[in-house]
């Protein structure tokens, strides 16, 4: 079966960590990019990062820069957002997703990915909740 499950979310203070979990199973791990989103309340779902396995190219969206890193662990075919200097305005439920690879897209996967927004299968969400 193929599947993403998602953990780690909570309750964090303003400036505060999470590290956010996306264990892959069911697929050829390091032939996929996996996305990660958000979803605020009142507000439409967003790419916020995204890593090619093959090669562990990465991609965020600037309002995290510098503060979220993704990352993965391909033994264990898991992949992290690590999630530093939480603000506020990052509360959202997170989904993490997945779309194979194409060779065509070289660089521009990550972003590709985003522009076409139909992963081939969706994590159930994990909720990020920062208090001021």
């Known amino acids: 079966e193929v599947q993403l499950v998602e953990s780690g979310g909570g309750l964090v203070q303003a400036g505060g960590s999470l590290r956010l979990s996306c264990a892959a199973s069911?697929?050829?791990?390091?032939?996929?990019?996996i996305l990660w989103y958000r979803q605020a309340p009142g507000k439409e779902r967003e790419g916020v990062s995204c890593i090619k396995i093959y090669d562990n190219s990465t991609y965020y969206e600037d309002s995290i820069k510098g503060r979220f890193t993704v990352s993965s662990d391909n033994v264990k075919n898991t992949v992290y957002l690590q999630m530093n200097s939480l603000m506020p305005e990052d509360t959202a439920v997170y989904y993490c997703?997945?779309?194979?690879?194409?060779?065509?897209?070289?660089?521009?996967?990550?972003?590709?990915?985003?522009?076409?927004?139909?992963?081939?299968?969706w994590g159930q969400g994990t909720l990020v909740t920062v208090s001021p």
């Open positions: 069911g697929f050829t791990f390091d032939e996929y990019v």
């Open positions: 997703a997945a779309e194979r690879a194409r060779q065509l897209y070289g660089s521009n996967q990550c972003l590709i990915s985003f522009m076409k927004n139909l992963p081939e299968v």
